[in-house]
């Protein structure tokens, strides 16, 4: 299945408009997306939550295809990817840091090269997968890494930390799972735990948006894009706030091509 509409994809692809269009149905059609009109960001949650039990993986270069936990080490195998190194070098440049936190870690593939390059930092991460924080934790303890603990969660709850608990808050293509509905309260919580930055690798909208005034977000191909300047102007000073586009040679992928971005936020 996966090969034919990769096929497709590719056909349709000679008629740019008619590929837009088709893939705006197609994605706008997804059951996911369909329960999210009626149960919002709770319906993205729940999918995520079991997204282990169904077959595939999310990362083209996967070499456990087939096994039980395939997406999950996908994930773990993907830490080479080229966009993890550029994540890194902008949390590095606020060394020394004492404090780390992942929000939608997934196994910990990001967590796990920070935590050899500083060794001694208190790194957490939390996903609302079960199966991926239970494989994460073995892996890094494998990897004899002591100074990561995963843990279960949403980006949606963060109550269980106290205000400005970490020096750092993250996350890495996580908002953009996180509907109009949530996304105000995810950056004001974020932001509460944060004593120096906020840093988010998400899909930016570089363009203005008709009808979003308040940067809440457009569905696009199966994500939420957003105006991240226009969003977090509301919680902080725009001076404050810079975003970068990411380019080719980080994220290759054409949709991350256009909207991929790091936003930072100094507090």
């Given at each position: 299945m996966a090969k034919v509409k990769k096929r497709a994809a590719l056909l349709l692809?000679?008629?740019?408009?008619?590929?837009?269009?088709?893939?705006?149905?197609?994605f706008a059609l997804q059951p996911v997306h369909l329960r999210e009109l009626?149960?919002?960001?709770?319906?993205?949650?729940?999918?995520?939550?079991?997204?282990?039990?169904?077959?595939?993986?999310?990362?083209?270069?996967?070499?456990?295809?087939?096994?039980?936990?395939?997406?999950?080490?996908?994930?773990w195998?993907?830490?080479?990817h080229r966009h993890r190194s550029f994540l890194l070098e902008r949390i590095?440049?606020?060394?020394?840091?004492?404090?780390?936190?992942?929000?939608?870690?997934?196994?910990?593939p990001n967590l796990s090269l920070i935590a050899k390059k500083f060794p001694s930092t208190e790194v957490r991460g939390i996903d609302v997968n079960p199966m991926a924080i239970q494989k994460g934790n073995e892996l890094l303890a494998q990897e004899g890494?002591?100074?990561?603990?995963?843990?279960?969660?949403?980006?949606?709850?963060?109550?269980?930390f106290q205000d400005k608990s970490f020096d750092i808050v993250f996350t890495d293509a996580v908002l953009i799972y996180i509907g109009p509905d949530k996304i105000k309260e995810v950056v004001?919580?974020?932001?509460?735990?944060?004593?120096?930055?906020?840093?988010?690798?998400?899909?930016?909208?570089?363009?203005?948006?008709?009808?979003?005034?308040?940067?809440l977000g457009v569905y696009r191909y199966g994500c939420w894009e957003r105006d991240y300047l226009t969003l977090l102007k509301q919680?902080?000073?725009?001076?404050?706030?810079?975003?970068?586009?990411?380019?080719?040679?980080?994220w290759p992928?054409?949709?991350?091509?256009?909207?991929?971005?790091?936003?930072e936020v100094i507090v």
């Open positions: 692809r000679r008629w740019p408009s008619l590929y837009d269009f088709v893939a705006r149905v197609y009626v149960f919002g960001t709770k319906a993205r949650e729940k999918d995520w939550a079991v997204r282990h039990l169904r077959k595939g993986n999310d990362w083209d270069d996967a070499q456990h295809t087939g096994e039980d936990d395939e997406w999950i080490k996908g994930y195998d993907s830490r080479n590095f440049r606020f060394s020394p840091i004492s404090s780390i936190l992942e929000i939608g870690c997934n196994c910990g890494i002591s100074n990561v603990k995963l843990s279960v969660g949403k980006a949606s709850e963060l109550a269980q004001r919580e974020m932001l509460r735990l944060t004593r120096r930055a906020l840093i988010l690798v998400e899909r930016h909208c570089f363009e203005p948006q008709n009808g979003n005034p308040n940067g919680f902080v000073p725009e001076k404050h706030i810079s975003i970068t586009k990411i380019t080719e040679d980080l992928e054409e949709r991350w091509q256009k909207s991929g971005a790091i936003i």
